[in-house]
């Protein structure tokens, strides 16, 4: 009998330090938007969401609601200074809530002075079973990764407009060797796997993030028998 998917509910915090001046949005402001497994097997939520606090309060010695106080008192005197509010901001959403793979879209923007915020975006994947992660070699056949890597390639390519035979250093990017890559930031949609690239990781800060989309459809021949999706 499959698994039944993941039941959730959606947990917040919003935090802010009124005044300086005229900042609409306060000194300093701390927004968290993450969810809470409640439902299945009792190990699986305990690892789910040890992770996902983890995520949200950066340790997982500490919770939410800490890491909003100690963000807002380290930052309280500086951000009075600074033209624009300190801001942190995480949020965790759900990708897939099925078997074979519970899977999490964890991400960040702060702003803590300086030209311009940081951000990233990270992914989680566990067995909705046993709250064991995921790792992509569990996904494809034996063999089939260097076929999976050029499909990929494919689409990373019309994600970036670019033609098939450009060369990938002369248009500003940085995997080793010059050729293409996976990375191990990768998660498990409905429909699609997906790989994201953030700032800095294969390029300069100015050429942004990129987001690559693999239908399941298109590699159903690499993954393994049996799996669902």
């Known amino acids: 009998m499959a698994a039944e998917p993941v039941r959730v509910v959606n947990r917040h915090i919003d935090r802010k330090v009124p ?10 402001h701390v927004d968290f938007t993450w969810v809470e497994v409640v439902g299945g097997p009792a190990a699986a939520r305990a690892r789910i969401n040890a992770a996902i606090v983890g995520f949200i309060a950066n340790s997982p010695k500490t919770t939410p609601e800490s890491s909003a106080q100690d963000f807002i008192h ?3 005197s500086a951000g009075e200074d600074s033209p624009s509010p300190f801001l942190l901001t995480r949020w965790v959403k759900v990708l897939r809530s099925a078997a074979p793979v519970f899977s999490l879209e964890c991400s960040e923007y702060s702003y803590t002075g300086g030209a311009h915020g940081l951000s990233g975006t990270q992914y989680l994947n566990f067995d909705p079973v046993t709250g064991e992660p ?5 996904i494809p056949k034996d063999g089939a990764m260097a076929q999976l890597t050029a499909i990929a390639e494919v689409h990373f390519r019309k994600e970036r407009k670019l033609a098939a035979t450009a060369k990938l250093e002369d248009e500003g990017f940085t995997f080793p060797g010059g ?9 498990f949609g409905e429909k699609a796997l997906l790989f994201f690239f953030n700032p800095y990781e294969i390029g300069p800060h100015s050429m942004g993030t990129t987001l690559v989309e693999i ?7 690499l993954i393994r028998p049996g799996l669902p999706l």
């Open 215 to 221: 239908p399941y459809a298109e590699i159903r021949s």
């Open 74 to 76: 380290d930052s309280a």
């Open 19 to 28: 005044g300086c001046g005229d900042k609409k949005n306060g000194c300093v």
């Open 134 to 138: 995921v790792t992509l070699a569990s």
């Open 179 to 187: 050729r293409f890559a996976l990375n191990d930031n990768y998660g």
